[in-house]
């Protein structure tokens, strides 16, 4: 039998939309805080209303591209969400404040996949947090890059991750409903994630939305 994998929706943007997401399947829906880049921001009152619609046995994402462990507990003061997904890094990698300070929250580090030194990364950071989620984006670039590029990192890198994370582990960057079960079957993740892959025009796309599913469920 095919490995069935969790399913996290990204950049929601209102509840018909969460709707939607967890209509089709969803166990996870992403919502966008303010970004220097990339798609799906939405106003924090946006993300308070929508994760307080959403339903308790499905994960509510905050991404937030704060840094510091007091700017990350007053981001998620205003919102209210049942996960943080940290799309850069920890400012001393201070998992261990952040976690007593948030002891109900769990914590998501992004990893943006660009060499080996990645992997490292990657494995050092998995003893510290919740799970894991591998992106496409860079950190190093002027304009910051912190996830929605739409393209596709080396899963070969991603599969040693898979094989060495203490923590469960999503995979993001560039999926859509062509590449989707490829990329399930070589990395074999807890997850996967995906955002500009069903959202051609913007919204939310069910069209889209369904033959992912489709994809993500052939067994």
Same mark, same amino acid.
């Not at 303010?34 to 509510?60: H, N």
């Not at 850069?88 to 060499?115: T, W």
């Given at each position: 039998?095919?490995y069935i994998?969790?399913?996290?929706?990204?950049?929601?943007?209102?509840i018909?939309?969460?709707?939607?997401?967890?209509?089709?399947?969803?166990?996870?829906i992403?919502?966008?805080?303010?970004?220097?880049?990339?798609?799906?921001?939405?106003?924090?009152?946006?993300?308070?209303?929508?994760?307080?619609?959403?339903?308790?046995?499905?994960a509510?994402?905050?991404?937030?591209?704060?840094t510091?462990?007091?700017?990350i507990?007053?981001?998620?003061?205003?919102?209210?969400?049942?996960?943080?997904q940290?799309?850069?890094?920890?400012?001393?990698?201070?998992?261990?404040?952040?976690?007593?300070?948030?002891?109900?929250?769990?914590?998501?580090?992004?990893?943006?996949?660009?060499?080996?030194?990645?992997?490292?990364?990657?494995?050092?950071?998995?003893?510290?947090?919740? @799970? +894991?989620?591998?992106?496409? $984006?860079?950190?190093? /670039?002027?304009?910051? %890059?912190?996830?929605?590029?739409?393209r &596709?990192h080396?899963?070969?890198?991603?599969?040693?991750?898979?094989?060495?994370?203490?923590?469960?582990?999503?995979?993001?960057?560039?999926?859509?409903?062509?590449?989707?079960?490829?990329?399930?079957e070589?990395?074999?993740?807890?997850?996967?994630?995906?955002?500009? @892959? +069903?959202?051609?025009?913007? $919204?939310?796309?069910? /069209?889209?939305l369904? %033959?992912?599913?489709?994809?993500?469920? &052939?067994?």
């Amino acid at each position: 039998m095919k490995y069935i994998p969790r399913v996290k929706i990204c950049c929601i943007k209102n509840i018909e939309e969460a709707k939607n997401a967890i209509a089709y399947g969803a166990s996870a829906i992403g919502l966008v805080g303010r970004m220097p880049s990339g798609p799906g921001p939405i106003t924090d009152e946006e993300i308070k209303i929508i994760a307080g619609y959403t339903p308790p046995p499905i994960a509510t994402f905050l991404l937030t591209c704060e840094t510091n462990v007091g700017d990350i507990v007053a981001h998620h003061k205003r919102v209210n969400t049942n996960t943080i997904q940290l799309v850069d890094a920890l400012s001393g990698e201070n998992y261990e404040e952040l976690k007593e300070r948030l002891p109900a929250v769990k914590i998501v580090q992004v990893i943006h996949v660009i060499d080996e030194s990645s992997v490292e990364e990657a494995v050092r950071i998995s003893e510290q947090v919740d @799970g +894991l989620l591998l992106d496409s $984006g860079n950190p190093n /670039k002027a304009v910051k %890059e912190l996830g929605g590029t739409g393209r &596709k990192h080396d899963w070969k890198l991603s599969r040693k991750i898979v094989e060495q994370s203490k923590v469960p582990l999503f995979l993001a960057g560039g999926l859509n409903p062509s590449n989707v079960r490829q990329a399930i079957e070589e990395v074999q993740p807890f997850g996967v994630d995906l955002c500009s @892959g +069903l959202r051609p025009n913007g $919204g939310l796309d069910l /069209k889209l939305l369904e %033959e992912f599913f489709t994809e993500v469920n &052939k067994v």
